[in-house]
């Protein structure tokens, strides 16, 4: 075969912008481009405020375009990509331009409402998303959703569940099944008693048994937050109403997601627990990427366990599933004041099972001031986000470490 033959039908490479490219998704996004070399082109990449991450990543994966929130730390990326022809930029501005280059998907992994934004900008200007970032949906995921139909965009589900899901549904339409599992681990504190919990450090929440993830969700990961957060994330990917969605504790994270048909049947997602796997299912799909990933040996694991999760040890769960249920501003409210409240835990200002009480609180003083009509586009969803940490900080007021 010519070598002209060879690239005149060679694939064209998928144009790919990551967006939180130096966090724990976006480093484990590299490592998949990197191990499928002539398969992905890197357009952009944006963060919060690590210069020199957002340097090496950029110079890495030869991007031309490398944006990051912060200000402040513009000259120090602007010094550490000279000479490689990468532009850099900063501000939230910039962040949005990454978001919209050309491109065929735009990794969507920044952590926290910081995300909501840029990613909705990607959508806004046509680009299909790979969506890791569940809190953009938790806070806006009425707009962002109505947006991505309305657009003809495609919002792949990149969480470790809802891939899986994705791919247990197998093109079948979310209609069709009666209900809908998200598996959670149970995180480091699945075994310890109420009183141990309660005294849980903020070292302790972060070692988590499966996953290695950044502090916010891996905290999330602790309370069972991050599950909630997740019903509330399926609800808006898959159009699925909460009554059919239910969580299962599997404490060997191997079955991440399931659905079952009106005929009994039930199909499940599984993979080790490494996210280079949905990153790349995402990153691939339609087709598929060979990662390094260890396989799966079903025999050397031997048993699979599951079990209902404990509302009494993790009381966010059911604080979660209680903003689900109400619907409205509620996911929006206790998205931002779960994020307060995590920071807060993080800074030792705030005990382990104060995330729950106080952001279940905080809920409730929204919803006896009438905060139910769900925002209707992504501004005032944002909107509420602000007014939201304003008044969760402000209850954190005088209190030290
Ligand atoms: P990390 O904390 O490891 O990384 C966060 C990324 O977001 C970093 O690149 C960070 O940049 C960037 N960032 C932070 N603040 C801003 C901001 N204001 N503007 C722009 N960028 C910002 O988080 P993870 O990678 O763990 O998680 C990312 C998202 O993916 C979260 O929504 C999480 O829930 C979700 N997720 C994560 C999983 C995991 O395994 N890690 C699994 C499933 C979902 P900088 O480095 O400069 O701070
Ligand atoms: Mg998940």
Redesign the pocket.
């Known amino acids: 075969m010519s070598l002209a033959f060879v690239q005149k039908h060679a694939k064209p490479l998928k144009k790919i912008t990551i967006l939180?490219?130096?966090?724990?998704?976006?480093r484990s996004t590299e490592a998949v481009i990197d191990g499928a070399p002539g398969v992905f082109e890197v357009v952009a990449v944006?963060?919060?405020?690590?210069a020199l991450?957002l340097a090496r990543v950029a110079r890495v994966l030869g991007a031309k375009f490398a944006a990051i929130?912060d200000p402040a730390a513009y000259a120090e990326l602007k010094a550490a990509l000279a000479g490689s022809g990468i532009e850099a930029a900063a501000g939230p501005e910039a962040?949005k331009q990454a978001a919209c280059m050309e491109s065929d998907l735009v990794v969507g992994?920044?952590?926290?409402a910081?995300?909501v934004e840029p990613t909705f900008a990607a959508i806004e200007a046509g680009r299909d998303v790979a969506l890791?970032?569940?809190?953009c949906l938790v806070c806006a995921g009425e707009p962002f959703m109505r947006k991505a139909r309305e657009l003809g965009v495609r919002v792949l589900p990149m969480?470790?569940e809802h891939n899986a899901i994705f791919q247990a549904l197998g093109g079948e339409s979310a209609d069709r099944i009666e209900k809908m599992w998200l598996t959670a681990s149970g995180g480091p504190f699945r075994e310890w008693s109420a009183e141990r919990i309660a005294a849980a450090t903020p070292e302790q929440a972060l070692i988590h048994p499966n996953?290695a993830?950044?502090?916010?969700?891996t905290v999330d990961s602790a309370s069972l937050m991050n599950k909630g957060l997740e019903l509330i994330e399926a609800m808006h990917i898959f159009g699925i109403e909460a009554n059919r969605l239910d969580v299962l504790v599997h404490p060997q994270s191997i079955v991440h997601g399931l659905v079952s048909f009106a005929d009994g049947a039930v199909t499940a997602g599984m993979a080790v627990p490494d996210?280079k796997t949905p990153i790349a299912h995402c990153l691939g799909w339609p087709d598929r990427v060979t990662t390094r990933v260890r396989r799966l040996d079903l025999a050397q694991i031997g048993a699979l366990t599951f079990e209902k999760p404990d509302f009494a040890r993790f009381p966010a769960l059911r604080v979660a599933m209680d903003a689900l249920a109400a619907g409205g501003a509620m996911p929006t409210i206790l998205n931002a004041a779960n994020e307060v409240m995590v920071a807060a835990f993080l800074d030792k200002l705030i005990g382990f099972n104060e995330i729950a009480s106080r952001v279940e609180a905080i809920c409730e003083l929204f919803e006896r001031e009438g905060a139910h009509r769900a925002p209707p586009d992504v501004a005032s969803a944002l909107g509420v986000d602000h007014i939201v940490r304003e008044r969760a900080r402000a209850s954190l007021e005088g209190l030290s470490r």
Do not use: Q, Y
């Open positions: 939180g490219a130096t966090g724990s998704i976006g944006a963060n919060g405020s690590d991450g929130a962040l992994a920044i952590a926290g910081a995300g890791a970032n569940k809190e969480d470790s996953w993830m950044g502090p916010k969700v996210m």
